[in-house]
């Protein structure tokens, strides 16, 4: 948002007085004084007025959390089921899961409330890549059938883009794809003849699940959530 208004926002003046004081030189963005009110920021810009951060208006928190099974990824449950933002401490508004596991996989799921930033990650257009390890049934797993799964399989809903496969032994895969459509980790190795028997998200974008406790849930970083930002094309 511009300048003058992300400041009338943070609290710091009125719009017209927050003009007046980055006219001043009084405004900094990310260190260097800025003269212009409708500078294009956000919270990640790194905004001060007389050397004194300002917060956004709004406090926009990205959370990453070890999904445990049988948690749902929704912020509202009709049946009454776990949910992922159960696991979140403290109250922060409303957030919403990006993206979805399902209800029994495991693994690196974020929730936000900045739609932006939800919009940018999981948009298909953006190509965020995400990276799953799955467990299949009739082991050992073929070399014809990582090779169908690189080139991209025919699911109901159209081809998949090609996927990045690596074998780490007879009956486990790390499958990275940029999509995002319903069950598609476990429709393109149904597809191959090797249902998945449990599938746990290691990485998306450039964090990584790591040694995260199961059920464990931390804020991002600033640096964090500006590498998510930058993530995709
Ligand atoms: N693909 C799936 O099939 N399930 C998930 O939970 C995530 C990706």
Same mark, same amino acid.
């Given at each position: 948002?511009?300048?003058a208004?992300?400041?009338?926002?943070?609290?710091?003046?009125?719009?017209?007085a927050?003009?007046?004081?980055?006219?001043?030189?009084?405004?900094? *963005? &990310?260190?260097?004084?800025?003269?212009?009110?409708?500078?294009?920021?956000? $919270? @990640?810009?790194?905004v001060?007025?007389?050397?004194?951060a300002?917060?956004? @208006?709004?406090?926009?928190?990205v959370?990453?959390v070890?999904?445990?099974a049988?948690?749902?990824?929704? %912020?509202k449950?009709?049946?009454?089921?776990?949910?992922?933002?159960?696991?979140? +401490?403290?109250?922060?508004?409303?957030?919403?899961?990006v993206?979805? #596991?399902?209800?029994?996989?495991?693994? #690196?799921? #974020?929730?936000?409330?900045?739609?932006d930033?939800?919009h940018?990650l999981t948009h298909?257009?953006f190509?965020?890549?995400?990276?799953y390890?799955v467990?299949v @049934?009739?082991? +050992?797993?073929?070399?014809? %059938?990582?090779?169908?799964?690189?080139?991209?399989?025919? #699911? $109901?809903d159209?081809?998949?883009?090609?996927?990045?496969? *690596?074998?780490?032994?007879p009956?486990?895969l790390?499958?990275?794809?940029?999509? &995002?459509?319903?069950h598609?980790v476990?429709?393109?190795?149904e @597809?191959?003849?090797? +249902?998945?028997?449990?599938?746990?998200r290691?990485?998306?974008g +450039?964090?990584?699940?790591? $040694?995260? %406790?199961?059920g464990a849930?931390?804020?991002l970083?600033?640096?964090?959530?500006?590498?998510l930002?930058?993530?995709g094309?």
């Amino acid at each position: 948002m511009r300048l003058a208004k992300y400041l009338a926002h943070g609290g710091v003046a009125s719009r017209r007085a927050s003009e007046e004081i980055i006219r001043e030189g009084r405004v900094t *963005v &990310g260190g260097e004084i800025v003269t212009d009110p409708a500078r294009d920021v956000d $919270d @990640a810009s790194g905004v001060a007025v007389d050397g004194v951060a300002v917060r956004g @208006a709004e406090h926009r928190v990205v959370f990453v959390v070890h999904k445990p099974a049988g948690y749902v990824s929704t %912020a509202k449950d009709t049946h009454d089921r776990r949910k992922v933002t159960d696991l979140i +401490p403290g109250s922060h508004g409303r957030l919403y899961p990006v993206g979805r #596991l399902d209800a029994d996989s495991t693994g #690196l799921l #974020l929730l936000t409330n900045d739609g932006d930033l939800a919009h940018r990650l999981t948009h298909p257009s953006f190509e965020v890549p995400k990276t799953y390890r799955v467990k299949v @049934a009739k082991s +050992p797993i073929s070399q014809r %059938a990582v090779e169908r799964l690189r080139q991209g399989v025919r #699911l $109901d809903d159209g081809r998949t883009a090609p996927a990045r496969v *690596v074998r780490v032994s007879p009956s486990v895969l790390e499958i990275t794809i940029h999509e &995002g459509r319903k069950h598609q980790v476990k429709r393109m190795c149904e @597809a191959v003849g090797h +249902p998945v028997t449990s599938l746990q998200r290691i990485r998306f974008g +450039p964090l990584e699940l790591g $040694d995260m %406790a199961v059920g464990a849930a931390r804020p991002l970083t600033g640096a964090e959530v500006e590498r998510l930002r930058r993530s995709g094309v």
